[in-house]
């Protein structure tokens, strides 16, 4: 049986600050597609409301380094929540808040205590948004990806994990788009949404790509 190698090293404040300034630089080179998604199904913001957002909380985190893992989650989902207007400040807040309750005064984790974190995480974008599989929103990318991830534990490095959850994530992005949207804006063209890859759920799943290049 194959336990967690020894040499695969924890994730500490520095590797979630890593993660965080890859997803704000993804997200900035990812600006005019995400805008241009969001115009077939919705109001053409979702460039502009991430990456409004992610320069902030990159901002802050070179104005006040948080001390730990908790801390800079809480700031990064403050940030979110302050800075972004849309629909997804809020659930994008929420799910770094819930992560960084998760993780308690943890001063690093290891794969079993992201996976907790992630999970969390993603049922505070449920809570607040009551999203289900197949609605054609972000929970279709992260979902996989946590599912992806829990299969993953014990099994193989962090690194292997958080891969296969990248993977998941793309797949279940790239399957929003025979989605009918039932939450949202885009719920309101019915079966004219179907056709689009959804915007959240792209931007979601560079937070897991990003993921799994920085914080192994
Ligand atoms: P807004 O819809 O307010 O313009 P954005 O354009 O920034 O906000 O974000 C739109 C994205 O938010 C959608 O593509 C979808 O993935 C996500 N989204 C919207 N509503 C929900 C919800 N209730 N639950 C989960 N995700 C949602
Ligand atoms: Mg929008």
Known sequence: MMTESPTDPPIDTAGLDRWLRAFAAAI????????????AIGDADHGANMARGMKAVVAKLDESPPAGPAALLKQAGMTLVSTVGGASGPLYGTFFLRMAQAVGD????????????LRAGLE??????????????MYDALAPAVDAMDAALGGEEIGGALRAAAEAAAQGRDATTEMEARKGRASYLGERSVGHQDPGATSAALLLSTAADTLP
């Open 124 to 137: 505070g974008i449920v809570a607040r948004g009551k999203a289900a599989a197949g609605d054609k929103t």
């Open 106 to 117: 943890a001063t690093e984790l290891d794969e079993a205590a992201l996976a907790e974190a």
């Open 28 to 39: 900035a080179e990812n600006e005019e597609l995400l805008t241009r998604l969001d115009s």
